[in-house]
């Protein structure tokens, strides 16, 4: 249901991340992070995210970072792989464990074409999991633009301000 999506937040300082602690999921995430927003805080729960044993290592990583409560939004990620691999991520457990999730949650498995009960359920799906990780946090390039642009006009407005206050000492 669209009007039960929550918005994530603008600026995350803690991501959590649910995904395998050796695949290059999770490289590709910490790159996004680094380059996007370096200020944020990665913190891992390792799963096993594929074969017997899966959905209860998802399971028990997601736990960890809610009772851990530090994150602000949370990541479930794997990379691309055949419809068994990604057999996990459409067990109705794991999806009632999402929905009912006190922090947002970004549903990022597979590639663009792959869809998954979790998908439905999570508060934003991303078609993969980098750009899970691009969408769960601003870029601090165009944060940075945005301050500059702000002391820009500040400067001018305090320029303005000074000379109608000289303006109006050289009248008296």
């Given amino acids: 249901d669209l009007e039960r999506k929550r918005p994530l937040r603008e600026f995350p300082r803690v991501i959590g991340v649910v995904t395998s602690p050796t695949g290059a999921v999770l490289h590709d995430i910490q790159t996004v992070l680094r380059r996007r927003f370096p200020l944020a805080h990665l913190l891992l729960a390792p ?3 594929q074969g017997a044993g899966s959905v209860e290592s998802v399971r028990q990583a997601l736990d960890l970072l809610i009772a851990d409560g ?4 949370i990541i479930i990620a794997r990379g691309g792989g055949s419809p068994e691999d990604l057999a996990a991520f459409n067990d109705e457990g794991l999806a009632r464990q999402v929905f009912a999730s006190p922090i947002p949650v970004v549903s990022a498995i597979g590639h663009e074409t792959d869809f998954s009960l979790l998908d439905d359920v999570a508060d934003l799906r991303a078609p993969t999991p980098t750009a899970a990780a691009e969408l769960a946090t601003p870029d601090v390039a165009d944060f940075a633009f945005d301050v500059v642009s702000a002391v ?3 400067r001018r407005q305090v320029l303005h301000i000074i000379a109608r206050k000289q303006n109006g000492l050289d009248a008296l």
Avoid: G, K, S, Y
């Fill in 70 to 73: 530090r994150a602000h939004v």
């Fill in 47 to 49: 799963a096993q995210v």
């Fill in 152 to 154: 820009e006009r500040t």
